[in-house]
């Protein structure tokens, strides 16, 4: 086979070796085939008996992306009486396949993650469990944990119940089609339009997210947008990138999985657990001098609701930038990370969702954290000693919050790579630009459509953040994932 030609460079390749620089196992220990090889051969039984309810019946459906197969979790949703909503989300029972200790629980342990590589997923758990028997997948009998609340008119998160169940997803359903939907942008998705209880069943749930959404921002929830770059491939090849874009549907499992997050976190405070936690901002005075530089005055203290209302404020007065001064203010507020809390000792909460009570629970066939939440929930509901000492989920809590760290910053570098890929063929083109820092390093700028980082590396004199300019594309190097622009 020929060698491949230097403009074309192996991404997958570049992506596992970004990984095991950044401390990842991607291959598998040969002991994870003998247990997979075990558990075709014994699966567990999923069936409803004893404390495991029968909920099949319910009208479940899946919201995610559209190539996602590694589901965790699956909606339904009740009009109550008063005119408050019942939620149910059901999350898969990665616990029943993967007990503690075993080796693909060890190999999990290690990772705590899956990666998304753009071009390659890096999955936590084997695909032959997280994309197909731990997954709720469309029309399949599976085991899972059900967090129960109720939602007020208000959108105010009430009552929560935690039990497990059997369920089954009718409709698997995406997040662009579904969106477009919701905000009336187009037609009904298939699977919707072939039901009318299924329609009525996504209205409900979008109607409650939305109260769910403005009772979250009233308490001083941050409104911040992160752009993500996703490949656009043909076959293999990637021929160009997409911003993904939020949409209702995207809020909508949001804001069902933080209050989701939120009933679980309260039902654990008699144990010792996992937290999610994001601490008030130590650089809160340098988010005070940003808005100052935009005419706008926050308190001398850390106060999440005023800035939400500085962030609001600006999104609607310069859209452009507001990506650019989201991704300021979340370097500013500082990283999430994975604590152990006892129980009755105060949370250090969450600053940027603002709330006091939260953890991980609803991804366990992507997020370590989630397994270890899900199996203190299993003792509990069992009445079992908790499977975890303080110890452990000290070390635990550690190692979850490197190897996410570690994480973003493979996804990132993969991201520049991509970007490159899809660039490298318009060298000579002239963009319309905004300046996105200005650093000893550099002056950095990207490209309005597509959303294209890179240096402006000539005719970078007398420029600011915020300001706007023709580039022209001088240089793409996919090994490296350097874009380079001069002023046009």
Request: charged share 25%; hydrophobic share 40%; glycine share 6%.
């Amino acid at each position: 086979m020929p060698d491949r030609p230097p403009s074309h460079p192996d991404l997958q390749a570049i992506a596992k070796g970004l990984m095991a620089q950044r401390g990842f196992e991607p291959d598998f220990p040969p002991e994870v085939a003998q247990q997979l090889a075990e558990l075709k051969a014994h699966p567990p039984s999923v069936t409803a008996v004893g404390a495991i309810r029968d909920l099949r019946n319910l009208l479940w459906s899946s919201i995610d992306n559209d190539t996602s197969r590694d589901l965790d979790q699956i909606e339904v949703a009740e009009r109550l009486p008063n005119g408050d909503v019942k939620i149910l989300v059901g999350i898969a029972d990665v616990d029943a396949f993967v007990p503690k200790q075993t080796p693909i629980d060890q190999h999990a342990a290690r990772e705590t993650t899956t990666v998304y590589a753009g071009v390659r997923n890096f999955p936590m758990l084997p695909e032959e469990l997280s994309t197909g028997t731990t997954s709720l997948l469309e029309n399949q009998d599976r085991l899972s944990v059900v967090i129960e609340f109720v939602a007020g008119t208000d959108g105010h998160v009430a009552s929560g119940n935690v039990y497990r169940a059997v369920v089954r997803n009718q409709a698997q359903l995406q997040y662009n089609s579904l969106g477009a939907w919701l905000e009336g942008k187009a037609a009904a998705p298939a699977k919707a339009a072939a039901s009318p209880d299924l329609q009525s069943q996504l209205r409900l749930q979008d109607e409650a997210a939305q109260e769910m959404k403005n009772h979250r921002y009233e308490n001083g929830a941050l409104s911040l947008q992160t752009d993500e770059l996703l490949p656009l491939m043909v076959g293999e090849q990637v021929v160009g990138v997409v911003q993904q874009q939020t949409n209702r549907a995207t809020d909508l499992i949001e804001d069902f999985m933080i209050a989701a997050n939120g009933v679980v976190a309260r039902m654990l405070e008699k144990v010792s657990s996992l937290r999610r936690i994001v601490k008030t901002p130590k650089r809160w005075d340098r988010i005070v001098q940003l808005a100052a530089i935009h005419g706008e005055k926050l308190p001398a203290a850390p106060d999440s609701k005023a800035l939400n209302g500085f962030l609001l404020r600006r999104k609607a007065a310069d859209p452009d930038r507001f990506a650019d001064l989201s991704l300021t203010v979340v370097k500013l507020i500082g990283r999430g990370e994975y604590v152990l809390e006892r129980p009755g000792q105060p949370s250090t909460g969450h600053f940027g969702l603002a709330v006091d009570d939260y953890t991980h629970s609803t991804a366990p066939n992507r997020r370590f954290p989630d397994v270890v939440t899900q199996r203190l929930i299993k003792a509990m509901l069992a009445g079992q000693p908790n499977p975890y000492s303080e110890d452990e989920l000290t070390a635990i809590a550690a190692n979850c919050t490197e190897k996410q760290d570690a994480a973003k910053k493979v996804e990132r570098e993969m991201s520049k790579r991509l970007a490159a890929v899809s660039m490298q063929n318009r060298i000579g083109a002239v963009f319309d630009a905004i300046v996105t820092g200005v650093t000893p390093s550099g002056t950095f700028v990207r490209t309005l459509q597509p959303h294209v980082e890179g240096l402006l590396a000539q005719g970078e004199q007398g420029l600011d953040v915020g300001d706007k300019l023709k580039v022209k594309l001088i240089r793409a190097d996919v090994q490296r994932g350097y874009i380079d622009f001069a002023r046009a």
